[in-house]
């Protein structure tokens, strides 16, 4: 991603590459989606468990990346540490963690 930072005045002016961005979080978001795609698929309870795996591990790997994908966006994409992302993130992470 091309950004630049010029101050003048103690104002802070920030120029992004538009197209850089797009491309960048578009793959973000296909490999949040992803993730979240194999996190539902292992709560499943009719979804396939490897030998020598148990679920439990199978869904803690798959939250482990989807946590991953969330923090990455976060640290990337400033604009998405809302009450609207962090909330439900949150509450994905706790109802899992209950079960």
């Given at each position: 991603?091309?950004?630049?930072?010029?101050?003048?005045?103690?104002?802070?002016?920030?120029?992004?590459?538009?197209?850089?961005?797009?491309?960048?979080?578009?793959?973000?978001?296909?490999?949040?989606?992803?993730?979240?795609n194999?996190?539902?698929?292992?709560?499943?309870s009719?979804?396939?468990?490897?030998?020598?795996?148990?679920?439990?591990?199978?869904?803690?790997?798959?939250?482990?990346?989807?946590?991953?994908?969330?923090?990455?966006?976060?640290?990337?994409?400033?604009?998405?540490?809302?009450?609207?992302?962090?909330?439900?993130?949150?509450?994905?992470?706790?109802?899992?963690?209950?079960?």
């Amino acid at each position: 991603m091309a950004c630049s930072w010029s101050s003048s005045e103690n104002v802070n002016d920030i120029t992004i590459d538009e197209s850089s961005l797009s491309e960048d979080l578009l793959r973000d978001i296909e490999l949040f989606s992803e993730h979240i795609n194999r996190l539902k698929i292992s709560l499943d309870s009719t979804s396939y468990v490897p030998d020598g795996e148990s679920k439990c591990v199978q869904i803690h790997a798959a939250l482990s990346m989807v946590s991953q994908s969330v923090r990455d966006l976060l640290v990337r994409y400033p604009l998405f540490k809302t009450s609207h992302v962090l909330i439900p993130t949150s509450q994905l992470v706790h109802s899992i963690k209950g079960k």
